[in-house]
């Protein structure tokens, strides 16, 4: 069985975008997956179990992001990775209104 690769784009939500908070709650998360996970922004890539690289994409409210993991569980992470950027990672103060 080869490494499993998977992609999914997914907007940002928050009305404050990809900063310290939402980033951390993403690494957290990126973190319980065996998986490799990748983040691109713009053309710059980032290591999805980096807080700091996640913070310096500074990727703003309406940017779409392009979630990446190659590993066992890549399906399953950039699932669950893709779901907490479209609730806008669960900071119901900073979701913008629609």
């Given at each position: 069985m080869g490494t499993q690769v998977a992609r999914r784009?997914?907007?940002?939500?928050?009305t404050y975008g990809l900063h310290m908070?939402?980033?951390t709650r993403f690494?957290?998360?990126?973190?319980?997956?065996?998986?490799?996970?990748?983040v691109e922004f713009h053309g710059a890539r980032a290591n999805g179990k980096s807080l700091l690289e996640m913070?310096?994409?500074a990727?703003?409210?309406?940017?779409t992001i392009e979630i990446e993991?190659?590993?066992p569980d890549a399906e399953r992470a950039?699932?669950?990775?893709?779901?907490?950027?479209?609730a806008g990672f669960h900071m119901d103060?900073?979701?913008a209104e629609n």
């Open positions: 784009e997914a907007t940002i939500v928050n908070r939402p980033s690494v957290k998360l990126a973190g319980t997956f065996q998986s490799e996970v990748w913070t310096c994409l990727a703003e409210r309406g940017a993991a190659h590993g950039v699932g669950a990775l893709a779901e907490l950027v479209a103060d900073e979701t």
